[in-house]
C-alpha cells in the first residue's frame, strides 16, 4: 500500500478526530469498520454546502476522495495495512441540492482512489446516498469496511 500511495504522490494524514462520541475505526474479528470520514486537510474541513448548487460534481469527487484518504488513514491506526485483505463495502453519502441526481458520480472519487491504491482488493460493494444534510454541513462523509487478511498473506501493492 504505501508504494501505491507513493508512486500516486499521496501520504496518509492523521486520523481525523471524532466530532462526537465513537471511534474512528475499531476492528471486530476479520474486519475494521470505519465511522464516516469528512472531507477533513489539515484538522480543517475543506468545503461546505449542498452538491448541485455550492459545489460541483467535479469539486464533490474530489472531495470524497479525500474521505476515503482519510479511511485509509483511520484503517492505519487500527491495523498494519500488511494485514488489509481488501475493501469490502463503501457508503457515500452526497448532501444535495433540491434535484442533484449523481450521486455515483461524486462516489467514484472514493471508488477510484480505493482502486488506484490497492487495485483488485480495492473493489468493492457500494451504495451512494443523497441526503439533505451532513455533519458540519459537509457535502460528502464516506464510510467503509475492510476485510483484514488471516493467511499471512499480503494482497496489496
Avoid: W
Amino acid at each position: 500500500m504505501k508504494p501505491a500511495l507513493e508512486r500516486l504522490g499521496l501520504t496518509l494524514p492523521e486520523v481525523v478526530p471524532p466530532v462526537a462520541t465513537y471511534q474512528p475505526a475499531v476492528r471486530s474479528g476479520n474486519y475494521i469498520y470505519v465511522s464516516g470520514q469528512l472531507p477533513v486537510s489539515d484538522g480543517q474541513i475543506v468545503a461546505t454546502g449542498k452538491v448541485g448548487a455550492e459545489i460541483d460534481v467535479d469539486q464533490a469527487y474530489d472531495l470524497a476522495r479525500l474521505c476515503a484518504i482519510n479511511g485509509l488513514a483511520a484503517i492505519a491506526s487500527v491495523v498494519d495495512f500488511a494485514e488489509v485483505k481488501s475493501i469490502v463495502k463503501v457508503t457515500g453519502f452526497v448532501a444535495s441540492a433540491p434535484g442533484f441526481n449523481a450521486q455515483p458520480k461524486v462516489i467514484n472519487g472514493a471508488s477510484e482512489l480505493f482502486g488506484e491504491v490497492m487495485g483488485e482488493a480495492g473493489k468493492h460493494a457500494r451504495s451512494a446516498v443523497g441526503v439533505s444534510e451532513l455533519p458540519l454541513n459537509v457535502p460528502v462523509e464516506v464510510d467503509l469496511i475492510a476485510e483484514l487478511n488471516v493467511s499471512g498473506t499480503t494482497y496489496l501493492a
